[in-house]
């Protein structure tokens, strides 16, 4: 007699609601005993019709919009928004101005990279590590809203320059802001390099190879953790950026590890551009008049957010309306590279691979349904969260 | 021919784009210098996509849709109204090298808006496809999955938000009350 063996499928069910979460998501990974066999994701909880709601708007209640796409990463969407009708209308912003949207620019790097920081060590269980990196990251915090008035949304950019300057008293502000981060940061680079348990965690996990996150269109930091050289501010310089160079930082390993240690080294870098640019500030203007109708034409403004390159593709039609506005955020590029990573990878190590990617995606409580053979089991993100810890004890 | 992209500036490797793309090119257009726009037939895009890939040039960047609806005057005014039904969806694929950005444009008419997917190709692709699917009502044959990405489960079919003949829901299609 012919016996069938019938293989049973897990489908661990993640997501997609948590009232703290800024991008709710929602993940299936699908598991052989302990192992990942296969990943899938269904977005759009939160798809508010911001490019259809450009459409009816003009440019300048357009630029307020665009701001609010994402709330930790504000000013790039701004500022790929400004750049690209700066385009459109053939004007350019002052030098001043330009070299003021890479300073805050950096300084947001700065606070998304440490908030990152503190999220991913959290997922993992070391939350000494996330509550030091996030009181930290209240000195930038403290120092965007110095410079802007706001911790968030901080309004720099209006169309045709910025409506914020910075005067001496600021620049010493900034000056010793960015001290204290660089020793502190020293300290945080020192434990996710040498720390045993936390390198357990890290160090081989999660790997993508250069020809992977290439074919995989991984982006920002993901990818230059696989040794990707790809950083728009390198590579198609704006802003204030041709005048103050950006040095491009990789990794070879690609592997969790190797993301932590090309953010922190990120962090370096933008600590010595801020300092480079309050320095060199070039004097003049802070905007340029902007027609309030904008001639016919099509635009492609790239951007280097935290975490990728953001891409904005614009078409005018010769009225104070855009006629198109596509927005490409970099975590869509993204999360393509996680759903194939996973594959192989332990349900443990899901947490960490997740937050490795840094994709506007840090919330902890999600309803997790373990799918047994038409039996399923609720569990929380937090329940999978330290099931993970547990499992590395 | 793989493209060694160090040593290019974007106007050589725009150049090294074009001549890629020459075999399947209706049209060119440089609309600004750091980018080629190539309009080609929506049967060429994966011969298209494949030669850019084999080449290593660059890499795909994102995927616009565009609605290009007809516009009828309305009589005795300047007004103009979009004819629902009659248009077209372009569809823009982005590649990016450096500073130089190549697109490949295909026209699709409302009536036959399907075309190939290039998940073969390019297996992250699928997103972009699937958000032209939904927004737009462009059908990619061939990516690996068809289920909703983005909206919600009970919104009506064939309506695409991102058209601009839709208004809103209540006008065009009401989700049914349950």
């Known amino acids: 007699m012919e016996t069938k063996h019938v293989p049973e499928k897990f489908i661990v069910s993640i997501g997609p609601q948590h009232p703290a979460l800024k991008e709710p998501g929602h993940f299936e990974f699908t598991v052989d005993g302990e192992v990942v066999t296969d990943a899938t994701a269904r977005l759009g909880f939160v798809h508010r019709g911001m490019e259809k709601g450009c459409e009816e708007r003009n440019y300048t209640q357009d630029l307020y919009l665009m701001e609010r ?11 790929a928004f400004a750049l690209g009708v700066e385009k459109l209308a053939g004007v350019q912003a002052p030098p001043r101005a330009q ?11 700065i606070h998304s990279h440490l908030l990152w920081l503190g999220v991913a060590a959290h997922e993992g269980g070391f939350d000494t590590l996330f509550m030091f990196s996030w009181r930290d990251r209240e000195t930038v915090m403290d120092l965007l809203e110095l410079i802007s008035g706001n911790r968030v949304n901080y309004s720099a950019n209006v169309l045709g320059g910025v409506k914020i300057d910075i005067n001496d008293s600021q620049r010493d ?10 020793e502190r940061t020293h300290h945080y680079m020192k434990v996710v390099t040498e720390d045993e348990t936390f390198l357990g965690r890290t160090r081989n996990i999660g790997l993508m190879t250069k020809d992977q996150a290439s074919l995989l269109g991984a982006v920002g930091p993901t990818a230059r953790a696989s040794g990707v050289k790809h950083d728009v501010r390198v590579d198609s310089p704006y802003a204030g950026y041709p005048q103050f160079p950006v040095k491009l930082i990789t990794e070879p390993a690609g592997d969790l590890e190797a993301r932590f240690v090309v953010r922190i080294n990120e962090l370096f870098e933008s600590y010595r551009m801020v300092r480079e640019i309050i320095d060199h500030l070039p004097e003049g203007e802070l905007s340029v008049k902007v027609p309030r109708r904008i001639p016919e034409g099509e635009t492609i403004s790239r951007v280097e957010a935290p975490r990728g390159e953001l891409l904005y593709f614009m078409k005018s039609n010769g009225t104070d309306q855009p006629d198109r506005v596509k927005v490409r955020t970099p975590s869509l590029c993204n999360w393509a590279s996680v759903l194939t990573l996973a594959v192989g990878h332990k349900l443990a190590d899901m947490p960490m691979i997740l937050a490795g990617i840094d994709p506007c995606f840090s919330c902890n409580d999600r309803m997790v349904t373990v799918n047994r053979g038409g039996n399923s089991q609720d569990w929380s993100w937090e329940d999978l969260r330290k099931y993970g810890i547990a499992y590395y004890k | 021919m793989v493209i060694k992209k160090k040593l290019q500036t974007p ?10 793309l020459q075999p399947w090119t209706l049209s060119e257009n440089t609309p ?4 080629l726009d190539v309009v080609i037939r929506a049967a060429d895009i994966k011969a298209c996509v494949k030669a850019l890939i084999e080449a290593k040039w660059g890499y795909l960047s994102a995927i616009t849709a565009l609605d290009c609806p007809e516009y009828a005057v309305v009589e005795g005014s300047s007004q103009k109204v979009v004819v629902a039904d009659k ?9 990016c090298s450096g500073a130089a950005i190549v697109t490949l444009r295909v026209m699709l008419p409302y009536a036959a808006a399907t075309m190939d997917s290039i998940c073969e190709i390019i297996p992250s692709a699928t997103l972009y496809e699937r958000e032209a699917m939904e927004l737009l009502g462009v059908e990619f044959i061939g990516t690996p999955s068809m289920e909703r990405l983005l909206l919600p489960d009970d919104w009506p079919a064939n309506v695409y938000p991102l058209r601009k003949a839709f208004t809103g829901l209540e006008k065009t299609n009401k989700v049914e009350e349950k």
């Open chain 1, 69 to 79: 796409v994402c709330g930790i990463c504000s000013h790039v969407h701004a500022l």
């Open chain 1, 99 to 109: 070299a003021i949207r890479s300073l805050v620019a950096e300084l947001e790097r």
């Open chain 2, 11 to 20: 106007e050589e490797m725009l150049q090294a784009g074009k001549e890629l």
């Open chain 2, 87 to 95: 248009g077209s969806v372009e569809v823009l694929y982005h590649f």
């Open chain 1, 173 to 182: 502000a900034l000056h010793k802001g960015m001290d204290f981060l660089e």
């Open chain 2, 32 to 35: 600004e210098s750091d980018r």
